[in-house]
């Protein structure tokens, strides 16, 4: 834990930022939380900031301590994560609504896998729905689709029951 500390200070400080780092560690993973003047720097646009220092620190930390071995780390600035999980819930919400509501598929704009993932575990026991991700690299976005068991229904070509998908990852893949 320590370890991870001093490379992400070390990091900060080198970036010129002035910020202090408490670290907590639970037994699947080590959270750094990033406070101080600058933290809208630390994040970053969507977060992408941040989540590059999480990278940062894994690597430098995996390489330290052998590959595979040790907990992950998590990084965070002021609470970003959280409220940003909160918002990617909310999200989901309205684009399934939106989706149930129209009967036709609703993408969503290009994010992060970790942030797809959330709206991928947010919808998945949802009845009527399924979700999927596509598009490659920066453009990798979510797309909700209703699948005929509640709401608004969809006719496939054939007169059957409409599909559940295309790539059959079923949002569990992210």
């Known amino acids: 834990m320590e370890e991870a500390t001093n490379v992400l200070k070390t990091i900060l400080t080198k970036m010129g930022l002035e910020a202090d780092v408490v670290s907590s560690e ?6 750094l939380e990033v406070t101080g003047p600058e933290t809208g720097l630390i994040i970053g646009k969507k977060g992408q900031t941040l989540d590059s220092l999480q990278y940062l620190v894994n690597k430098i930390v995996s390489k330290k301590v052998g590959e595979g071995e040790g907990k992950g780390v998590t990084v965070d600035a002021e609470g970003y994560r959280s409220r940003r999980a909160e918002a990617l819930v909310e999200l989901a919400h309205k684009l399934a609504e939106k989706a149930k509501r ?22 998945a026991d949802m009845a009527g729905l ?3 991700s596509e598009g490659e690299g920066i453009y990798r976005h979510l797309i909700v689709i209703p699948t005929g068991g509640g709401g608004a229904t969809v006719a496939s070509p054939s007169g059957g029951s409409p599909s559940g998908g295309g790539d059959g990852d079923g949002g569990a893949s992210e």
């Open 26 to 31: 639970n037994e699947e993973r080590i959270t």
């Open 130 to 132: 399924t979700t999927r």
């Open 102 to 123: 129209t009967g036709r598929p609703v993408s969503a704009d290009p994010m992060s896998a970790a942030d797809r993932r959330v709206i991928h575990v947010t919808l």
